[in-house]
Structure formats: C-alpha cells, structure tokens
C-alpha cells in the first residue's frame, strides 16, 4: 500500500505540463513539440532563414478559419525580396568603391615628385626647395600688389609688391630670402596680399604650390590623399592645378 501511495503522490510528468492548449484541437495537433532554440543572432540583422523562419511560424500558429490571404503573403515574400536585394547592392557598390578608390591612388600617384597648387597660403621652404611660388587671385586689376612673408610665428620676414595689372591670377615667387637678403631657415610661411579694390585696400586670396611626396588610399569618401612635403595631407579634389616643376 504504501509503494502505491508513494508512485500516486508523485505527479507524472506530460506533455501537457510544458506546454499549454490553445483549446483547439487541429492547432494543438499541428504545433510543434516543445519551443524551438532560437539560434544566436550575430549580427543583429535578420536574413533570408530568419524570414522563412518567421513565415512557417506564422503558418503553423494561424487561424484555419481564417487563414493568412495569398495576396498578403506574396507582398510579405516580396518586401522581404526587396529588401534583401537593396542589402546585396549595398555590398556591391562598397566593393565598387573600393576598386574606384585604388584606382585614383593609382592614378594619383603619377603626381609624385611634381607640385601642384593648393588653396592655401602657406608653403614650406627647405634646401630641396628653396623657393615658395603661389598665385594671387584679384577681382580686378590691381595695379600693385602688396606681399608680406611671415613665419610660423606670425612674425615679418619680407615685404615686397608686385604688378598685378594684367588682372585675374597673378603669379608670385619668393627666393627665400628675408628683409636683409639671408636665406630664411627651413620651415613653413604664410604669404599674405592686399591690394586697393574700389580705392580701398582689400585682403586678397592666395593659394601656394607644394611638392607631392607620396599618395595615400585614403577612403570612399575623401578619395586619394596626397601628401604634401611640410604642409600634410589634402584631398586630390582639392588641387587646383599641377605644375612640372
């Protein structure tokens, strides 16, 4: 007696205790047996296996009597289609990039050794060029142009003029030396124009050449970056124009 009272005090266990009854017995027979592992999601992002995933889900828990409508169906397989697609073709136009990027640091790289013109006013002077050249663009003719040399510092190396009464870009050279004649020391300077516009003294923009020591990759977005001796890094966008010497 005892041995039976032991076996019907312990509860046995059934399918029932783990899962429940939806109270409908064509959707209990078709459910599936115990919850399925979820599998781990890496990447966050759900794929074509996670859809049809979902989708049997939805098939196996709908309503007989009220089943999913075709229509529905074909335009959720076709969102998920679509999507798809405009994931793949993201792929696609990154590797384009990527092969578009190389492919202009390979072109790039033709500049090396040459100086091409850059919209700044800054240039770097050393014994491999000891001279800076520029150009000075006015919005008219400018019958003298006044040019100032400073250092790193800001302070006054030389000042002279120029004729700027050809008018539009007016090229400028300065041989390196100061205000007494002596070479300036190795280092980057900032050449400053002003001139009348209107009878009034106007700054006037300058950009300066500078000598391409290398090429970098860069990215899809910046493109190529050439890299200027002394004056880092610039966009192969941005230059103005290449100079042979």
Same mark, same amino acid.
């Given at each position: 007696?005892?041995?039976?009272?032991?076996?019907?005090?312990?509860?046995?266990?059934?399918?029932?205790?783990?899962?429940?009854?939806?109270?409908?017995?064509?959707?209990?027979?078709?459910?599936?047996?115990?919850?399925?592992?979820?599998?781990?999601?890496?990447?966050?992002?759900?794929?074509?296996?996670?859809?049809?995933?979902?989708?049997?889900?939805?098939?196996?828990?709908?309503?007989?009597?009220?089943?999913?409508?075709?229509?529905?169906?074909?335009?959720?397989?076709?969102?998920?289609?679509?999507?798809?697609?405009?994931?793949?073709?993201?792929?696609?136009?990154?590797?384009?990039?990527?092969?578009?990027?190389?492919?202009?640091?390979?072109?790039?790289?033709?500049?090396?050794?040459?100086?091409?013109?850059?919209?700044?006013?800054?240039?770097?002077?050393?014994?491999?060029?000891?001279?800076?050249?520029?150009?000075?663009?006015?919005?008219?003719?400018?019958?003298?142009?006044?040019?100032?040399?400073?250092?790193?510092?800001?302070?006054?190396?030389?000042?002279?003029?120029?004729?700027?009464?050809?008018?539009?870009?007016?090229?400028?050279?300065?041989?390196?030396?100061?205000?007494?004649?002596?070479? &300036?020391?190795? #280092? %980057?300077?900032?050449?400053?124009?002003?001139?009348?516009?209107?009878?009034? *003294?106007?700054? +006037?923009? /300058? @950009?300066?050449?500078?000598?391409?020591?290398?090429?970098?990759?860069?990215? &899809?977005?910046? #493109? %190529?970056?050439?890299?200027?001796?002394?004056?880092?890094?610039?966009?192969? *966008?941005?230059? +103005?124009? /290449? @100079?042979?010497?």
């Amino acid at each position: 007696m005892s041995l039976v009272n032991s076996v019907g005090q312990t509860p046995a266990r059934t399918q029932s205790s783990t899962q429940s009854s939806t109270g409908n017995p064509f959707l209990d027979n078709i459910r599936l047996q115990g919850e399925p592992a979820a599998p781990e999601n890496k990447n966050q992002q759900l794929d074509q296996d996670d859809f049809f995933a979902l989708l049997s889900q939805q098939l196996s828990m709908q309503d007989p009597f009220k089943p999913v409508d075709n229509d529905q169906m074909i335009a959720q397989m076709a969102s998920f289609s679509t999507v798809d697609g405009i994931s793949k073709l993201n792929d696609e136009i990154l590797n384009l990039n990527g092969v578009m990027s190389s492919s202009q640091a390979l072109q790039a790289s033709g500049l090396v050794g040459q100086k091409v013109l850059i919209p700044s006013s800054t240039g770097y002077l050393s014994a491999t060029d000891p001279e800076i050249r520029g150009v000075i663009s006015t919005p008219e003719v400018i019958k003298d142009i006044t040019v100032r040399i400073e250092d790193d510092k800001g302070q006054l190396v030389k000042s002279y003029t120029v004729d700027g009464s050809a008018g539009g870009n007016v090229e400028l050279t300065w041989d390196g030396l100061d205000k007494d004649g002596k070479p &300036a020391p190795d #280092g %980057a300077y900032t050449i400053k124009a002003s001139g009348k516009v209107d009878g009034k *003294a106007q700054e +006037l923009p /300058v @950009s300066t050449y500078a000598h391409v020591s290398s090429v970098s990759l860069g990215t &899809a977005a910046t #493109g %190529a970056i050439l890299n200027l001796r002394g004056i880092g890094g610039i966009k192969l *966008a941005d230059v +103005l124009a /290449v @100079s042979e010497t």
